[in-house]
């Protein structure tokens, strides 16, 4: 079985901050790894995955994430932010082919505010 | 073409309605999944499609009826709704090997509202 904690409801910071996401998972195998992001009123948008490889992965509005299998953790990160990353961040995982489905698990999402 | 298309985007409907929510695309994705979400929460699964056959159903009330007439249109046909189900519905795709997971495509959603 696999889940994802996705840690702080809510993540606070200033324009130009570092922003950091926590994702921590479980899963009975090697998982596959997602960020997604969904801005107000709109679907979700993949920023970047894991599958095998590179353990830092660079996405798409300068962010980027790192697999540490030590730590079970998959945490998003972005070195300045910017107001229009304001949105809700989901982290997922799906296990790989030999472990189960195609079904990604989402974490419960991490709301990123941005102040001027 | 990355674009999962969604309508409509709004919809108000009374209870003793019957409507239909659509969704198309056209990557060549052979799997097509219905979430339903509420606000601030996750996406929950409802249905997925594999190769145009019901894969999963994930315990859904039956005033939820899907449909995948053919490889690019998914459709979710709605009827006798209660006020509970007012949410987002997102419909995704994503390819869909044996053995293989691939991430989804999110089309942008239809906001129901049941009266």
């Known amino acids: 079985a696999q889940s994802v904690t996705q840690l702080g409801s809510h993540v606070s910071v200033s324009e130009g901050a570092l922003v950091l996401l926590r994702c921590n998972y479980s899963s009975s195998v090697p998982p596959y790894l997602f960020w997604y992001v969904q801005y107000p009123n709109q679907g979700l948008q993949l920023l970047l995955k894991?599958?095998?490889?590179?353990?830092l992965v660079k996405g798409i509005n300068g962010f980027e994430a790192e697999f540490k299998k030590s730590e079970t953790s998959f945490h998003l990160t972005k070195p300045s932010a910017h107001m229009s990353d304001a949105a809700e961040y989901f982290c997922a995982v799906s296990d790989q082919p030999s472990g189960g489905s195609y079904i990604p698990t989402f974490g419960r999402g991490t709301s990123l505010i941005v102040h001027p | 073409d990355t674009e999962v298309t969604q309508t409509p985007k709004h919809l108000v409907m009374g209870m003793t309605n019957k409507k239909s929510l659509k969704c198309e695309q056209h990557m060549g994705h052979r799997a097509m999944y219905w979430y339903k979400q509420k606000a601030k929460k996750p996406p929950e699964l409802m249905f997925v499609y594999s190769y145009e056959k019901l894969s999963i159903n994930e315990s859904v009330p039956s005033r939820f009826s899907p449909e995948c007439p053919n490889s690019s249109l998914l459709n979710l046909h709605l009827h006798a709704l209660q006020p509970e189900d007012s949410a987002l519905y997102l419909c995704?795709?994503?390819?869909?090997?044996?053995?293989?997971?691939?991430?989804?495509?999110f089309g942008p959603g239809t906001r129901l509202t049941v009266t």
């Open positions: 894991y599958t095998t490889g590179a353990t």
């Open positions: 995704a795709s994503s390819q869909a090997s044996s053995g293989a997971t691939y991430e989804q495509y």
